[in-house]
C-alpha cells in the first residue's frame, strides 16, 4: 500500500474526520427506505451511535443495561448545544427542586421528556420510527426542531424489549413473501408460539414497571429514577383494524391523577389532533386505554408526578410489511411509521411549547406530596416479627422505587387499619419494625401501591384492580393517620455462633422456611447432593421453637460428605444469608424427634414444565423465571407438540401452566398420565389446567351445579330481563374478577401451606367455581365473607363463595395438586412464591 493511500486510509478512520461527517437519514445510514424492511436490532443500536458520534454537542448515548440475551438497553439523550453543554447540572437541578436530591436547586432547567419504543417486541414499529425521530431532532436543518430544543431535553429509548423484538423481527424475515403478502390469511401475519410481545421470560413488559421483576426493568427505572421527566410517552401498537390512538385516556383516572395531568392529556391531543387531522388520519380518544393499574408505562410515571402517555398504532405483530384491513385498505409499515413519527415529533412540540408551566407544577406536584401527603394514612408500619426473609424483600423493593423509609427504633403504641383483619387495630410498636412516612416526595406513589382497595370510578378497566403491597408481600402491616418518624436501622443482633462454635461435629443443622431465599437455600444443597428433611410438625430444642417446614439437615444420610458436608451447609447458607442453627442432638423437647417419620426427607424432584401451542405463554414464562431466575433450580422444558413421545417416569413433577388442555391432552394421554401420577409422580395444574381435570373420571374436581331459584316470574317482567346493546360490556363485568384480592383460608398442617399461618392473600383473576374437594384436600378456601378488595363483578362474587383454591388430591401413591390461582403472576406477588415451592418439594416428600 503506498504512503499516499495509507494517509487517506488512516484520515477515515479518524474519531476526528467521522465526528465531521454528516448526519445521514436513517434510510442512508441504513441502505433501504424506512418501512421497506424490518430493522434488526443491532442496527437500531448502530444508527443512535452514529447519531451520537456525529452529534457529540447535541446527543449523547448511555447504555443503562443489558437483557436477559445480552443486548444491549440504551437512551440517546438529544438537546440544544447549549443544554447539552450543562446536562448534569440541568438533570441535577431537577432533582434538587422536587426534594430527591439535598441542596438548593440551581439556575439551569429545561422540560424533560422521555419517549420509550417497542416495549412489546412484536409492535416493532415503533423502534422503526424513532430513528426518524432522532433524525429529525438531530438534523440542523429543522430549525422547528431546533427552536424546541432549546427548553427541551428528550430521552429516547429505542427498544425497551430487544430480545422480544428480535425473536419477532428474526421470525417474520424467515417467513414474509417476495413481495409481502397482503391477505391476512398468510402465514407471515401468523406469529408462532409464543410470539414476540413479551420479553426472554415471556413477561409483559408492559406491566412490570412498578414490581421491578424483570431485569430489563430493573435496569430502567434506577436511570428513571436518576431523571424523573417531565413526562413519559409509551408506544404501542394494537389490532390491525384499530385507528390511531392517543390521550385524553378513558375512564377509569385512578383518583390521585391530579387536574393538571388530565389537562395535559388533553393538551397533548390536541397536538396530535392538529396533525393526524391535517394528514386526515384516522384516530380514537377516551376509550379502551385507562389510567388506573399502576405498573403501565403512562400510570406509573404518571403517579412518579409525570404526564404519562400512551399512544397505539394498529398493526402489531399480525400487520408485517402489509395487511389488508377489513375496511378493504392496505395498512404498510410506512403507514404506520408516519403515525408514531408525527405524535413523537408533537408530543415535543407540546412539551416545549408549555414548558415553563410543566416544570413549575411538577415542582408543585412534589412539595405538596411531601408537606401534605394524600389520604388519609400518613405513615405505615409493617410488623418485623415473624416477617423473615420477606421484609428484606421488600425494603430492596422500596430501595428500588425510590421510596424512603426506616425503622421504629424505640417502642410505643400506634393505632391503625391492619390489612390482615381489614379492621382499625393498635399494636406495639418494636424497635425493628419497619416504618414508611408518607412526608416524602414520593408520596402519592406510596399511597396508590399501598391504598387497601382503590377506589373504581369505571368498573370498565383494562387490568387488576387490587395489589396492596402488605398483601402481595405477605407482610403483617398497618396504616395509621398518625405521622411517625422513621428512625434509622437498629443496631444488628449479635452474630450467629458459627458450627464449630456450637460443637465440632454437629448432629444437624436447622433453617427456616419461609420465604424465596429458604427456596434457594434447599435448592443448592439438593444441586450439591446434601439430603435434607422437612417437619411437619412444629417442635422445640434449645429452648427455642421452631414451626412446621423447618429444613433440618442432618449429618446422618450425608455421611458420605466427610467434612466437606459442613463447610458446604455453611458456605451455602452464608452466600444467601440464610440463618442456619446447629444442634447436637436429634432428641427435641417438644415434637417429633429428627427420626420420626413425621420428619420428611425431601427428594429432589425431576421437574418439568409444559410449553408451547395452546399453552399461555404469559403463564409458562411465570414458572420458567422462577426456576432459573429465583431459586436456581434446574427445569426441563417440554413441548406440547411432542408431548406424547415423552416417558414422564424420566420426571418427578410436571407442571401444567394455564393453558387449552383440551387441544393437548386426548384420551390415551390422559390414562398415561393418570398411571405415571399412581405409580408417584406429581401434577400441579395451574389456573385452567385444574379445569381441564374437573368433572372428569378419577379427579375430585367438581364444578358447582347451578342452584334452584325460587320462581320469580310473578314480580319480574320479562322485559327485565332484556339486555342494551350499550351495555354489553358492563354486562359481561358480572361474570368476571379482573383482578381482586381474597382472603384464602388455610389448612396450615398441610405441605403445601408450611410457612404460612391460618391465610393467605390471593389474587384472583378468574371466578372459579368448584365443590369442595370430596377425597382430598381442601388446603385453601375461600367462605362467604372472603372478599377483601378490588373488583369482582355481582355475580363472580357469588361464585367465589364455599369453593376451593389450593386442593390436593391423593391418586395413588402421586398426587394432583390443583392451584385456582397462580401465587406466581408476574412474579410480583411474592407471598405466593413459597406456596409454589411447597408444591415441587414438599408435598408428596416422603
Known amino acids: 500500500m503506498s504512503k499516499k493511500i495509507l494517509f487517506f486510509f488512516l484520515l477515515l478512520l479518524s474519531p476526528t474526520l467521522q465526528a465531521q461527517q454528516p448526519l445521514q437519514t436513517p434510510s442512508h445510514f441504513l441502505g433501504?427506505?424506512?418501512?421497506?424492511?424490518?430493522?434488526?436490532?443491532?442496527?437500531?443500536?448502530?444508527?443512535?451511535?452514529?447519531?451520537?458520534?456525529?452529534?457529540?454537542?447535541?446527543?449523547k448515548l448511555v447504555q443503562y443495561g443489558t437483557t436477559y440475551e445480552g443486548r444491549p438497553l440504551v437512551v440517546l439523550v438529544v438537546g440544544s448545544a447549549d443544554n447539552m453543554s450543562r446536562l448534569e447540572a440541568i438533570r441535577t437541578n431537577h432533582l434538587k427542586s422536587i426534594g430527591l436530591m439535598p441542596g438548593q436547586p440551581g439556575p439551569d432547567k429545561a422540560a424533560i421528556a422521555w419517549m420509550s419504543?417497542?416495549?412489546?417486541?412484536?409492535?416493532?414499529?415503533?423502534?422503526?420510527?424513532?430513528?426518524?425521530?432522532?433524525?429529525?431532532?438531530?438534523?440542523?436543518?429543522?430549525?422547528?426542531?431546533?427552536?424546541?430544543?432549546?427548553?427541551?431535553?428528550?430521552?429516547?429509548?429505542?427498544?425497551?424489549?430487544?430480545?422480544?423484538?428480535?425473536?419477532?423481527?428474526?421470525?417474520?424475515?424467515?417467513?414474509?413473501?417476495?413481495?409481502?403478502?397482503?391477505?391476512?390469511?398468510?402465514?407471515?401475519?401468523?406469529?408462532?408460539?409464543?410470539?414476540?410481545?413479551?420479553?426472554?421470560?415471556?413477561?409483559?413488559?408492559?406491566?412490570?414497571?412498578?414490581?421491578?421483576?424483570?431485569?430489563?426493568?430493573?435496569?430502567?427505572?434506577?436511570?428513571?429514577?436518576?431523571?424523573?421527566?417531565?413526562?413519559?410517552?409509551?408506544?404501542h401498537e394494537q389490532g390491525v383494524d384499530n385507528p390511531y390512538y392517543f390521550s385524553p385516556a378513558a375512564k377509569p383516572f385512578h383518583q390521585e391523577i391530579t387536574p393538571f395531568q388530565r389537562k395535559f392529556q388533553n393538551l397533548i391531543g390536541d397536538y396530535n389532533r392538529k396533525y393526524f387531522d391535517a394528514n386526515g388520519w384516522l384516530y380514537f380518544t377516551r376509550e379502551r386505554f385507562d389510567l388506573f393499574y399502576p405498573s403501565y408505562g403512562d400510570t406509573w410515571p404518571t403517579f412518579n408526578g409525570a404526564i404519562g402517555m400512551t399512544y397505539e398504532q394498529g398493526g402489531s405483530g399480525r400487520a408485517g410489511l402489509g395487511i389488508l384491513r377489513n375496511e378493504g385498505d392496505t395498512l404498510t409499515l410506512k403507514d404506520r411509521i408516519a403515525h408514531h413519527h408525527t405524535a413523537s415529533l408533537a408530543t415535543v412540540e407540546a412539551v416545549s411549547s408549555n414548558s415553563d408551566e410543566i416544570i413549575r407544577e411538577f415542582a408543585g406536584y412534589f412539595r405538596n406530596a411531601a408537606r401534605n401527603p394524600p389520604g388519609k394514612f400518613k405513615s405505615y408500619v409493617f410488623k418485623a416479627k415473624g416477617?423473615?426473609?420477606?421484609?428484606?424483600?421488600?425494603?430492596?423493593?422500596?430501595?428500588?422505587?425510590?421510596?424512603?423509609?426506616?425503622?421504629?427504633?424505640?417502642?410505643?403504641?400506634?393505632?391503625?387499619?391492619?390489612?390482615?383483619?381489614?379492621?382499625t387495630e393498635s399494636a406495639k410498636l418494636e424497635e425493628n419494625d419497619l416504618v414508611v412516612s408518607a412526608f416524602q416526595p414520593k408520596a402519592v406513589l406510596l399511597k396508590v401501591l399501598m391504598e387497601p382497595d382503590p377506589a373504581l370510578e369505571d368498573s370498565v378497566t383494562y387490568d387488576i384492580t387490587s395489589w396492596a403491597l402488605p398483601y402481595s408481600f405477605g407482610l403483617d402491616a398497618y396504616a395509621t393517620k398518625t405521622r411517625l418518624t422513621p428512625g434509622d436501622k437498629p443496631a444488628p443482633a449479635a452474630a450467629v455462633a458459627s458450627p464449630a462454635a456450637a460443637t465440632s461435629r454437629p448432629y444437624a443443622y436447622l433453617a427456616g422456611w419461609s420465604g424465596v431465599p429458604d427456596i434457594q437455600f434447599m435448592s443448592a444443597l439438593l444441586r450439591q447432593k446434601v439430603k435434607v428433611r422437612c417437619a411437619e410438625a412444629p417442635f422445640e430444642t434449645g429452648n427455642r421453637q421452631y414451626p412446621r417446614g423447618t429444613l433440618i439437615i442432618t449429618r446422618t444420610g450425608n455421611e458420605g460428605?466427610?467434612?466437606?458436608?459442613?463447610?458446604?451447609?455453611?458456605?451455602?447458607?452464608?452466600?444467601?444469608?440464610?440463618?442456619?442453627t446447629p444442634v447436637a442432638s436429634g432428641f427435641v423437647t417438644t415434637g417429633s424427634d429428627f427420626g420420626s417419620d413425621r420428619v420428611r426427607y425431601v427428594k429432589a424432584p425431576r421437574v418439568a414444565v409444559l410449553a408451547g401451542n395452546y399453552i399461555s405463554s404469559l403463564g409458562f414464562g411465570e414458572v420458567w423465571h422462577y426456576f432459573e431466575q429465583q431459586i436456581g433450580y434446574p427445569v426441563t422444558v417440554l413441548e406440547t407438540g411432542y408431548l406424547p413421545m415423552v416417558p414422564l417416569n424420566q420426571f418427578d413433577v410436571l407442571i401444567m401452566p394455564s393453558g387449552s388442555y383440551g387441544s393437548i391432552i386426548n384420551d390415551r394421554m390422559l390414562t398415561s398420565l393418570k398411571d405415571w401420577v399412581r405409580a408417584g409422580g406429581r401434577v400441579i395444574a395451574l389456573e385452567s389446567a385444574v379445569g381441564f381435570f374437573a368433572d372428569r373420571p378419577d379427579f375430585e374436581v367438581k364444578r358447582k351445579k347451578p342452584e334452584k331459584k325460587a320462581d320469580k316470574s310473578a314480580t319480574v317482567s320479562r322485559y327485565d330481563t332484556i339486555s342494551?346493546?350499550?351495555?354489553?360490556?358492563?354486562?359481561?363485568?358480572?361474570?368476571?374478577?379482573?383482578?381482586?384480592?381474597?382472603?384464602?383460608?388455610l389448612d396450615e398442617t398441610h405441605p403445601l401451606a408450611f410457612g404460612y399461618g391460618n391465610t393467605y392473600y390471593s389474587l384472583l383473576r378468574d371466578a372459579v367455581d368448584y365443590e369442595f374437594l370430596a377425597k382430598g384436600w381442601n388446603v385453601g378456601y375461600l367462605k362467604k365473607d372472603s372478599y377483601v378488595s378490588g373488583f369482582a363483578g355481582s355475580k363472580a362474587k357469588e361464585k367465589l363463595k364455599d369453593t376451593f383454591i389450593l386442593g390436593v388430591q391423593e391418586l395413588g401413591r402421586g398426587q394432583m395438586i390443583y392451584i385456582n390461582s397462580s401465587p406466581l403472576f408476574r412474579a410480583f406477588w411474592q407471598n405466593g412464591k413459597l406456596m409454589f415451592g411447597n408444591a415441587v418439594f414438599l408435598v408428596g416428600s416422603n
Not at 397 to 407: D, K, N, S, V
Not at 561 to 580: C, E, H, N, P, Q
Request: net charge neutral; proline share 5%.
Open 32 to 59: 433501504y427506505p424506512l418501512g421497506e424492511q424490518f430493522t434488526p436490532h443491532h442496527n437500531i443500536i448502530r444508527y443512535t451511535e452514529h447519531a451520537a458520534a456525529q452529534a457529540p454537542d447535541r446527543a
Open 117 to 235: 419504543y417497542n416495549v412489546h417486541g412484536n409492535e416493532s414499529v415503533s423502534s422503526e420510527a424513532v430513528m426518524q425521530v432522532i433524525y429529525d431532532l438531530l438534523n440542523t436543518q429543522n430549525t422547528k426542531m431546533q427552536e424546541y430544543l432549546n427548553n427541551t431535553v428528550v430521552l429516547l429509548d429505542p427498544c425497551m424489549n430487544p430480545d422480544g423484538r428480535e425473536r419477532y423481527v428474526q421470525w417474520y424475515n424467515q417467513v414474509a413473501g417476495k413481495p409481502f403478502d397482503i391477505s391476512s390469511y398468510a402465514r407471515e401475519h401468523f406469529e408462532p408460539w409464543p410470539g414476540g410481545r413479551a420479553n426472554h421470560y415471556l413477561f409483559d413488559l408492559n406491566r412490570d414497571w412498578a414490581w421491578m421483576t424483570q431485569k430489563e426493568t430493573w435496569q430502567r427505572i434506577q436511570l428513571y429514577n436518576q431523571w424523573m421527566p417531565h413526562l413519559h410517552a409509551d408506544f
Open 387 to 423: 416477617a423473615g426473609d420477606r421484609l428484606t424483600a421488600f425494603t430492596d423493593f422500596l430501595t428500588g422505587q425510590g421510596i424512603r423509609f426506616g425503622y421504629a427504633g424505640k417502642g410505643g403504641p400506634v393505632s391503625g387499619y391492619r390489612y390482615q383483619t381489614g379492621k
Open 561 to 580: 460428605m466427610g467434612t466437606a458436608f459442613d463447610r458446604i451447609v455453611s458456605r451455602t447458607a452464608d452466600s444467601l444469608k440464610v440463618m442456619v
Open 724 to 745: 342494551t346493546f350499550a351495555n354489553r360490556e358492563r354486562d359481561m363485568l358480572r361474570e368476571e374478577v379482573p383482578g381482586a384480592v381474597y382472603r384464602v383460608t
